[in-house]
């Protein structure tokens, strides 16, 4: 077969998937947009009493932070008090409430949004963190709905080469209303991207590869200009004017870690848990900031503290949110790529969520174990900072009622927080979401 019936074969399936019962969403979806995201999971469950929900005293099975159990000793928001536990920090000009943990995010308190007590019901990790990024619980050992950043992607990123890159994140791209740009390019580290660039020249030659990509974009574009539902054949030409970026520009060797590091000497990419994952925060950066992805998804851990290792847990949290302000900074000194006088802050949106808290009691190894409730947060300016939304009980950290929902009082649950975000930014809720309530008080 001649390669243009094969690429016109091509061409009537494609079209003919197009007009699959997910095909009207391509034409109500935002189709272009110049915001980005970046999801963050906190993995392993944080200690929520150490930075969004404190506690300072000794009230029902709550067993405080304290010199007894906690390494105070680089904790740069500790303060001594009387009951020898931590001063929960003054509020000052914010009304949020935070423990030590909070580390230097608590320079950036006014643009904070956090949802305190978010009925987790869940103590696997496996399943907890499913329900954190979808909404919803696993189904035996399936996952029954896209991830958060999956549906940002399908939603905002039709246009962008790249619509998702998730690294070591838990991207589940599950829907019948899913269109193919959204799949998400799942790598464990940087690294793995770059090595995808590479391509051997013992058969063709970048001059060869060069004739190729022009002859299948200018392919794609007829094809579109010919289509009832041309999206799927732009979408085509746009990856293939693209190649030659990915494959001989500064793009393969801008995303090499050790280059990364240099350009972004702020990570501390020695610290004692979030070194080595610093690196994907400094590529979420320098990729937004040559606009080559929509959103990008990674992890930052070693929360899963047990044992003895308790005593480094608050210092954890305190690298993790450091690295979070760190791409704060990044982001609000980087010019937008596409939008003159705009700073790349005030159209980056960064979530982090974790699988659930640890137990308000320390255990008999010196640690803290699962617990179902739950915080999450989110900086965005379409979000109001400075405040929370959902509270516990006073001893038990369990959730309580946050507010009226259509049924009735409840506890926040994480398909609300995900509900919340999509609704921020005009994405109806229910094509992806079985659960979940837009909370409209928290939204500027």
């Known amino acids: 077969m001649k390669r243009r019936a094969a690429l016109q074969l091509l061409g ?64 740069g928001h500790w303060t001594d008090a ?20 909070i580390g230097n995010l608590f320079d950036h308190r006014n643009r904070l949004t956090i949802f305190n007590g978010i009925a987790m019901n869940s103590v696997s990790h496996e399943d907890a963190v499913v329900y954190s990024l979808t909404g919803r619980h696993r189904t035996g050992g399936s996952v029954p709905a896209a991830s958060i950043d999956v549906v940002v992607a399908n939603e905002l990123g039709r246009n962008q080469l790249m619509p998702d890159v998730a690294i070591k994140f838990g991207s589940h791209y599950v829907g019948d209303n899913l269109g193919a740009h959204a799949i998400p390019l799942r790598v464990t580290s940087v690294e793995e991207i770059t090595r995808s660039f590479a391509r051997s020249d013992v058969v063709l030659d970048g001059a060869d590869r060069s004739r190729i990509t022009a002859l299948l974009t200018d392919e794609a574009r007829q094809l579109a200009g010919g289509s009832t539902h041309p999206e799927p054949y732009q979408q085509l030409a746009v990856q293939h004017a693209a190649l030659p970026r990915l494959l001989g520009g500064d793009l393969g060797t801008a995303f090499d870690a050790r280059q990364l590091q240099a350009a972004y000497p702020q990570f501390n990419y020695k610290s004692v848990v979030q070194g080595n994952l610093a690196v994907s925060a400094a590529f979420a950066v320098e990729a937004i900031k040559r606009n080559f992805v929509r959103c990008v998804s990674f992890n930052l851990g070693g929360l899963d503290t047990h044992g003895a290792n308790y005593r480094q847990h608050a210092h954890t949290l305190q690298e993790l949110f450091g ?39 320390i255990n008999m190894l010196g640690g803290r174990d699962h617990y179902p409730n739950n915080s999450a947060l989110v900086i965005s300016p379409r979000f ?13 950290l369990l959730p309580v009622e946050a507010g009226r929902f259509t049924d009735g009082r409840r506890a926040i649950t994480p398909a609300d927080v995900l509900a919340t975000f999509l609704g921020a930014f005009a994405i109806d809720p229910r094509r992806y979401m079985r659960d979940g309530e837009i909370i409209r008080d928290v939204l500027v």
Do not use: Y
């Open 12 to 75: 009537a399936g494609a079209a003919a998937l197009a007009t699959r019962p997910w095909s009207p969403l391509w034409a109500g979806a935002g189709t272009s947009s110049d915001d980005f995201f970046i999801f963050i999971h906190a993995a392993g469950g944080w200690d929520v009493t150490l930075w969004a929900d404190p506690r300072n005293e000794t009230k029902g099975l709550v067993v405080p932070a304290s010199k007894t159990n906690t390494d105070v000793g680089q904790l």
């Open 82 to 101: 009387a009951n020898g536990s931590f001063e929960i920090l003054a509020p000052g000009d914010s009304a949020l409430r935070f423990g030590p943990g």
């Open 323 to 361: 690295t979070v302000a760190i791409m704060l900074q990044l982001l609000d000194a980087t010019p937008h790529p596409t939008r003159r006088a705009t700073r790349l802050s005030e159209r980056t949106h960064i979530v982090v969520l974790s699988d659930f808290c640890r137990t308000p009691q």
């Open 384 to 396: 109001r900072g400075g405040r929370s939304f959902g509270r516990t009980d006073d001893e038990q």
